[in-house]
């Protein structure tokens, strides 16, 4: 099992990354302080992953009370958040209660920030099962429900006390659900570590096949990254943008899609080879890198060519409109080769066109 900490101003929690780790309660029960539990997840997740914990639960004599949302983005809006409120309140939830997210980064995300918002922030335990919420959204502490108006429009910060990623709940993750968390894995190679980078091309089958070993040192990894740059960068001030490489240019693609056909991690994935074409295009980086970083996104079965329809116009409209691109100005995280991004300003709108058309 490997065991990383989140160091922040404020205070420390534990990632457990292992197998097997549902069944070890002794691992989060200590993190809860009260008696009273709010156990969120989906119909996906519940019927395989929820008994462990509910026992685990039990067995201490906790109060505890569920709430099973259906699966998807759609489901995560104010709506749901205020059910998460109303089983709170049946609970009569002190601030001493905890709010246990038991699901992919969309639970996570409602989870978190109806933990933020009872009586000002009440305590959150995350259990990710999804690779994504595994390496990404469980760290760092945002949380968020969605608005017609866009995603994530209403949220907190809000940290967890612990996270248990149990390795084994991603036995029965479907398989395109895993390549688009493979998708922000890469992105931490591409962005900070050329070695990493390096190892995951080494590793590529033996992820896409789910061994533990390789999976676990995956996750490891990358909690490590996203914890360094959390702890430097808590609220997302400075170098915490470098995580949004191939993140401006897949927001875009995933709002003209309406967020139908792409995951993600695929839009990630699109986007990080426009990022690296652009780079190239304007003499930061070598095409040869952006070559090879085309040929491992491909070996984890990931898309790498923009989905037809949008049109680089309306792909670059939405590009300003990213809130990472402050005054509307475009600027974007590029990169000088594998492991080194870097924040550009004023990218010149010809050579964004130019990647954004094919
Ligand atoms: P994210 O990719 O942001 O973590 P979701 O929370 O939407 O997103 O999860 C993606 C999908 O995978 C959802 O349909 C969810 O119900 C399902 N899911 C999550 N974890 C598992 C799992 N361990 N096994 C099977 N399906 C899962
Ligand atoms: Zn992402």
Redesign the pocket.
Known sequence: MHTQHVELAQRRYPIHIGKGLLNRPELWLPSLRGRQVLVIS????AP??LAPVAAALRSTGRQFDTLILP???QEKTLQRFAEALDALARLRANRDACVIAL??????DLAGFAAACWMRGIDFLQI???L??MVD?SVGGKTAVDLPQGKNLVGAFHQPCAVISDID??Q???MR?LS??LAEVVKYGAIFDAAFLHWLEQHADALLDRQPDAIGEAIARSCQFKAEVVARDETEQGDRALLNFGHTFGHALETATDYGSL???EAVAIGMLMAARLSANLGRSSLADTERLRQLLIRLRLPVDRPDGPSPSQLLELMRLDKKSLSGELRLVLWRGIGHAEIVRDVPELAVREVLMR
């Open positions: 989906d119909t996906n997740v395989h992953y699966p998807g983005e699901g992919g980064g969309v639970i996570g990710p099962t999804t994504l919420a959204s709940t991603l029965t993750l479907p659900e688009a968390g995951l993600h991690g």
